[in-house]
């Protein structure tokens, strides 16, 4: 009993001294935290109290919180208002609630690129090209894109109505009811009215597949598609990630999943070195059949992901050119009582080989490189006409004649224009027919991306220095017309102003010069002045 009495003053005095020694570091902690807002809370104060007129508050937090982001020098790193919070769910997870169509602005207006699959706008009769006049009585023309697009987007089952200017100059009016429009990121090469079709070529049924986004279904998305097409027949797939800026990490490990039964998929390290290996798992693996994966300078994050666990673990060939090199995984945090989102950089992807595939200022190596002898350059001019003639392709419109089938590698290079996704077809088929894998060329993809970047900069350079010299011809016609001006309203015709004095000061109002005017002839007083001050210099 004596040795219980005895432990608990000790226990007790052990852990007051604990608390006492503890207790400082967490005053100075707060203290130091204090400290690094006074200056913050001090110019608040002052602008609150004394600028000329009343602040607004709230964007000044705003700006506060956005200066801290920016001092990180991370694209990637934003905050989020609240009034932005629905474009970053539709970013993320490919939902939102609305018409569901491809908008744009044409020739000022609002116009119907096309409508997407199974949406409110295609059941409701709209179709690719319409003109959206009004929405809801209120006129398009010389609105922007977001302000037409945020008029489409609203609550689950209200009804939108909509002016619309059809093709042949018909005017009608289409009510359409929003609801949760889930965007379909998987497409194909062409559509015959709403279906897509995903053969290029019909004799090895080669399969082509355009990732556009990687949301929570794309997997999901994948799997149904090569179904409908008959997976266990499919002798090579084209697996297109060109644009594609990325998406969630879950999405591309599931995505890499459906094609990987071992092998590690990517790792993410934190600055401290630590994180996480994604390894492959047998469960739901498709067959193995060959596969390309299209890349170019836009494919980025996840589309990186993927690209590089196939090529590391022998699964696919990458052809193309070096993709984007953001590697950045990202964290988003609701900050308190509703005041945004953070979306910030908490580590890095790392291929199967362990290297970083983020490009930093000084990196000579970044992304992913398509494979030896599958470096596929396009100039941007012919990239461009590319995408023209593919979208012509993709667009919903009303079936008309027979469906035009399986495309194949003349289609894909003269109509199509696409000159990547035609050698894909080519090496594929090869791969289909027992051959090895074909290699045309060695060209460096070092070489080659820099040569790009180096490329449009310099274009970049001489259309900069073509509007420098417009906007200096500018400047000599109004300084030109402002002389003239000058000069008829010092002289008017009807004063005659020979042997008159000419006074010419500083914008201090200090006297700089004084001339005699001989004959009226102002101007020679003043190339005297100049001859004066070029002598003086």
């Known amino acids: 009993m004596k040795i219980k009495r005895t432990v ?4 007790l005095a052990v852990l007051a ?9 967490a005053i100075a902690d707060r203290s130091s935290v204090y400290e690094w807002f006074s200056p913050v809370i001090d110019v608040r104060d002052i602008l609150l109290k004394r600028y000329v007129t009343e602040p607004d508050q709230k ?20 905050f989020i208002p609240p009034s932005r919070r629905a474009d970053l769910d539709r970013e993320l997870r490919g939902t939102y609630v609305g018409i569901g169509a491809e908008v744009n602005i044409v020739d000022g207006y609002l116009t119907i690129i096309s409508p997407m699959d199974g949406s409110p706008a295609l059941e409701a009769g709209i179709m690719a090209g319409d003109v959206v006049l009004e929405i809801e009585g209120e006129s398009t023309y010389g609105k922007s894109i977001d302000d037409a697009i945020q008029r489409l987007l609203g609550e689950p089952n209200t009804q939108v109505t909509l002016k619309i200017r059809q093709a042949d100059g018909t005017e009608v009016e289409r009510v359409v009811t929003r609801r949760q429009i889930v965007t379909r990121t998987v497409r194909g090469l062409r559509r015959h009215g709403e279906a897509w079709n995903y053969c290029v070529d019909d004799e090895h049924n080669i ?3 355009r990732i556009t986004q990687f949301t929570g279904s794309t997997a999901q998305d994948i799997y149904a598609t090569l179904s409908e097409v008959g997976m266990k027949e499919i002798g090579g797939l084209v697996l297109d990630v060109r644009d594609n800026p990325g998406g969630s990490l879950d999405a591309a490990v599931d995505v890499a999943n459906l094609f990987l039964n071992v092998g590690t998929i990517a790792s993410v390290r934190d600055r401290q070195g630590k994180g996480r290996t994604y390894e492959a798992e047998r469960n739901g693996t498709l067959p193995n059949f060959p596969m390309v994966v299209l890349v170019n300078g836009a494919s980025a994050s996840a589309s990186e992901i993927i690209a590089g666990a196939l090529q590391e673990n022998d699964r696919a060939k990458v052809l193309g050119t070096r993709t984007f090199g953001k590697a950045s995984v990202q964290e988003l945090r609701e900050l308190p009582f509703n005041h945004g989102t953070l979306k910030f950089t908490v580590a890095h992807y790392h291929l199967p080989s362990g290297r970083n595939l983020n490009r930093l200022a000084d990196s000579e190596v970044w992304g992913v490189d398509p494979d030896p002898g599958f470096v596929v350059p396009v100039s941007d001019r012919d990239y461009m006409e590319m995408l023209r003639s593919r979208r012509e392709y993709e667009v919903i419109r009303e079936a008309e004649g027979d469906d035009p089938g399986c495309a194949n590698v003349n289609w894909i290079k003269h109509d199509l224009k696409d000159v990547q996704l ?9 791969r289909a027919a027992g051959q090895d894998w074909p290699v045309e060329d060695e060209t460096d993809p070092t070489q080659l991306a820099f040569g790009q970047e180096l490329s449009r900069a310099m274009s970049e350079r001489g259309r900069l220095m073509e ?8 400047i000599r016609e109004m300084q030109g017309l402002a002389d003239r001006a000058g000069r008829e309203r010092l002289v008017p015709e009807d004063i005659d102003v020979a042997g008159g004095q000419l006074t010419l000061r500083d914008s201090d109002g200090n006297v700089i010069g004084e001339y005699k005017i001989r ?4 101007e020679a007083a003043l190339r005297a002045l100049q001859a004066e001050r070029r002598t003086e210099g």
């Open 59 to 78: 964007k000044m937090q705003q700006a506060v919180i956005e200066g801290m982001v920016n001092s990180l020098d991370d694209p990637y790193t934003t």
């Open 467 to 474: 509007r420098i010299d417009q906007i200096e011809e500018r």
């Open 207 to 209: 399969a082509y597949l």
């Open 17 to 25: 001294g604990a608390m006492l020694v503890q207790l400082p570091f």
């Open 519 to 522: 004959g009226g002839d102002v």
């Open 8 to 11: 608990a003053p000790i226990l």
């Open 422 to 430: 035609a050698r894909a077809v080519e090496a594929l088929r090869a």
